[in-house]
């Protein structure tokens, strides 16, 4: 344990000064950004490490592997972020842990949200996915809504019981216009960012960027990068 400490201790450092020198690059203060973890693949222990380590954000993917570490740990002072794409049957489950989903993408999906979020008796954050290798009308194919289509799910999240809009997320496209570009896709999530907040003030979070890029989110303007491997190490294959 304390050899994993140690690699994650060192991992997190790296990541903590990548982060900073991107700030500073960007002339931003540091404490605009926030970290959150990745914590997919990785065990509860993992998870107790790093927050010993100072890490107060964590996001899963798949409900069956978050619902169990996040139970077990619940005694810890963390943030839970959903970040994969949520069929509603898992929703009851997500409502239980999570305190932001930010793959949110369709009009189902919120009122699904909505419900279990107002029979839990909780406010769940929630971020439109933006899907930036999409058609004007499509879903993109990690994910995601249109660009043209975030208007009108930001405004069904903001009147959803049990629900606060907190804000866009995206994941670099690796097909069209922008695949190969993240500063670019993620400058245009900032412009899409700026265009949400004329309606929803306080739908101020970008989630963008991850291990290979997050210095590009930064540069953008991004409020929260999602790193997995840089810190954790190379995941193991499954199966």
């Not at 996001?59 to 963390?78: G, R, V």
């Not at 996915?129 to 499509?138: I, K, N, P, R, S």
């Not at 994910?143 to 629900?163: H, K, N, Q, S, Y």
């Amino acid at each position: 344990m304390t050899d994993r400490k140690d690699e994650l201790a060192t991992n997190l450092a790296k990541v903590e000064e990548r982060i900073a020198r991107a700030c500073e690059a960007a002339g931003r203060p540091r404490d605009e950004v926030t970290l959150i973890v990745v914590t997919k693949t990785y065990p509860a222990s993992d998870v107790r490490i790093l927050a010993d380590l100072g890490v107060r954000h964590v996001a899963e993917n798949k409900d069956q592997d978050a619902a169990p570490k996040a139970a077990e740990c619940s005694d810890l002072s963390l943030q839970w972020h959903f970040v994969g794409q949520l069929q509603t049957n898992k929703v009851r489950s997500v409502v239980g842990y999570a305190d932001f989903v930010q793959s949110v993408d369709r009009s189902r999906l919120v009122t699904a949200l909505s419900k279990e979020a107002a029979r839990a008796g909780r406010e769940i954050g929630c971020l439109v996915q933006v899907a930036l290798d999409a058609g004007d009308e499509a879903r993109g194919e990690r994910g995601g809504v249109a660009p043209g289509g975030i208007a009108e799910l930001a405004d069904r999240v903001a009147g959803a019981p049990g629900l606060r809009l907190a804000g866009l997320m995206t994941v670099a496209p690796l097909t069209g216009e922008y695949a190969g570009r993240q500063r670019a896709a993620f400058e245009r999530l900032m412009d899409l960012s700026t265009d949400l907040r004329r309606a929803h003030p306080a739908a101020n979070m970008v989630s963008a960027g991850m291990s290979a890029d997050l210095e590009e989110a930064v540069a953008a303007g991004a409020t929260h990068v999602r790193v997995g491997t840089a810190v954790l190490g190379v995941r193991p294959r499954l199966g």
